[in-house]
């Protein structure tokens, strides 16, 4: 089954973030210490948003529907642009970056059910930490930074009802505009 792409290049997928009771997110490691990210993946054409969440959820850290609560999404795709250099020239269709819809869940299981052995070889990710609610805007690969902090900011909202966490000492200037 293929992954989704639409007519203008973008491969459909989903963002998942997974957020404890105590505010933090779930960060994977990528392998060979290629940075950290939320699961994501794609949708395939036969599959609804939340088919794919809960596929890629169990492929990339082992957790199934049971493990988690639904706490909303976000209104509208995301969209990032690949670099150039990660571009594939010979795909058809072209694919030239991700929209994306995120989903935020409340973990509800304990951390030994996260498991990172139920996909082919390698995995996904290779190691995991809970972090600070903004952090996953520092660690993520570059291009994928602006998506970050926009479904974070729109599914902070839902999580955090009495206002989100404070910025971090880091955050760089004018980065708390979120839409």
């Not at 989903?103 to 809970?130: C, G, H, I, K």
């Amino acid at each position: 089954m293929s992954d989704w792409i639409d007519e203008e290049g973008y491969r459909a997928n989903v963002g998942i973030i997974l957020m404890r009771a105590d505010g933090q997110v779930f960060l994977g490691g990528r392998p060979g210490g290629r940075g950290w990210q939320f699961p994501q993946g794609g949708i395939r054409e036969s599959e609804s948003l939340h088919e794919a969440l809960y596929r890629e959820l169990a492929e990339e850290i082992g957790l199934q529907a049971g493990d988690v609560e639904y706490l909303g999404e976000t209104k509208e795709w995301l969209r990032y642009d690949l670099p150039k250099h990660y571009v594939r020239r010979d795909g058809v269709p072209r694919c030239i970056g991700q929209k994306q819809r995120w989903v935020l869940l409340r973990f509800a299981a304990t951390d030994d059910r996260l498991r990172f052995d139920t996909t082919a070889e390698p995995p996904e990710f290779d190691r995991w930490r809970w972090a600070d609610f903004w952090d996953p805007v520092r660690e993520v690969v570059y291009f994928k930074r602006d998506v970050y902090r926009r479904a974070l900011g729109e599914l902070g909202s839902i999580a955090f009802p009495d206002g989100l966490p404070p910025y971090p000492s880091w955050w760089e200037a004018g980065a708390t505009t979120l839409s």
